[in-house]
C-alpha cells in the first residue's frame, strides 16, 4: 500500500527526472545546431517560409475574425436602441 508521502515523493522524483531529460534534449539540440556545417541559407529560407509566407492566412484570418466582431457589436447596438449612431446598413440588421 502506497501511502500520501510515498506518493508525493514518486512524484517530485519522476518530475526531476523528467526536467533533467528535457535539459539533456536541449543541450544536445544546440549542440547540433553549432555543429558544422551550420547551414545558415537553409535556416534563413526556412524561417523565411514560415514567417513571410504565412502572413496572408494570418491576414485574412485577421479580417474573418474583425468583421464577426463588428457584426456582433452592430447587432448589440441595434438591439439596445442605439442604431441611428451605426449607419444605414446596420440599422436594417
Keep these: ?6 506518493d508525493l515523493g514518486w512524484s517530485a522524483t519522476r ?3 523528467d526536467l ?3 535539459a539533456l534534449f ?8 553549432l555543429a558544422p556545417p551550420l547551414r545558415v541559407r537553409l535556416f534563413v529560407q526556412e524561417v523565411f517560409k514560415l514567417g513571410v509566407l504565412s ?3 494570418i491576414s485574412v484570418c485577421g479580417l474573418a475574425v474583425g468583421m464577426v466582431l463588428s457584426l456582433q457589436g452592430t447587432t448589440r447596438s441595434c438591439a439596445s436602441g442605439r442604431s441611428s449612431r451605426s449607419g444605414r446598413w446596420s440599422a436594417s440588421a
Excluded at 26 to 33: D, L
Design 26 to 33: 536541449g543541450f544536445q539540440v544546440v549542440r547540433a545546431a
Design 15 to 17: 518530475f526531476v527526472v
Design 55 to 57: 502572413l496572408i492566412i
Design 20 to 22: 533533467g531529460r528535457l
Design 1 to 6: 500500500m502506497v501511502t500520501p508521502v510515498e
